[in-house]
């Protein structure tokens, strides 16, 4: 169990960068092609400007998570947003049972959530920056 224990660091390392990767691949095009992101949003219920919102979170979160910048403060955000897209956007669109509709959101809030509670781990800026203080 020490070997696998020894492995923390790395696990945390590989989880923030896998989240934060597919957060700056939904949230770039949220910046990039706000246009379509504004109506989209409106259509589901939201502010237009969210778009806009939810874009910059997912870049900007992604790319801290990947560098282990903030990472609590950006899990619980970014678990927040998730949590709200699960329950506002996707579960509406049918049952709970059918968790293929809302599968992605869900493990991204679940992840980031764990990321939140557990911290960038010792492989990260978070560590570099702020361990003399903790």
Same mark, same amino acid.
């Given at each position: /169990? #020490? #070997?696998?224990?020894?492995?923390?660091?790395? =696990?945390?390392?590989?989880?923030?960068?896998?989240?934060?990767?597919?957060?700056?691949?939904?949230?770039?095009?949220?910046?990039?092609?706000?246009?379509?992101?504004?109506? @989209?949003?409106?259509? /589901?219920? $939201?502010? @237009?400007?969210?778009?806009?919102?939810?874009?910059?979170?997912?870049v900007i979160?992604?790319?801290?998570?990947?560098a282990g910048? $903030?990472?609590?403060?950006?899990?619980?955000?970014?678990?927040?947003?998730?949590?709200?897209?699960?329950?506002?956007?996707?579960?509406?669109?049918?049952?709970?049972?059918?968790?293929?509709?809302?599968?992605?959101?869900?493990?991204?809030?679940?992840?980031?959530?764990?990321?939140? =509670?557990?911290?960038?781990?010792?492989?990260?800026?978070?560590?570099?920056?702020?361990? @003399?203080?903790?």
């Open positions: /169990m #020490k #070997k696998l224990e020894a492995l923390k660091p790395l =696990a945390l390392f590989f989880l923030r960068s896998g989240i934060g990767i597919v957060f700056i691949y939904h949230g770039y095009p949220k910046l990039a092609h706000s246009s379509q992101w504004t109506q @989209s949003f409106a259509h /589901m219920g $939201f502010p @237009s400007y969210f778009a806009y919102i939810a874009g910059a979170l997912e979160g992604g790319a801290l998570l990947i910048l $903030f990472t609590r403060v950006f899990g619980l955000l970014l678990a927040g947003e998730m949590a709200i897209a699960v329950w506002r956007v996707h579960l509406p669109q049918g049952s709970i049972l059918n968790v293929g509709n809302y599968q992605l959101p869900l493990i991204l809030a679940v992840g980031t959530f764990t990321l939140m =509670a557990l911290g960038a781990g010792v492989i990260s800026l978070d560590y570099a920056i702020f361990r @003399s203080k903790a």
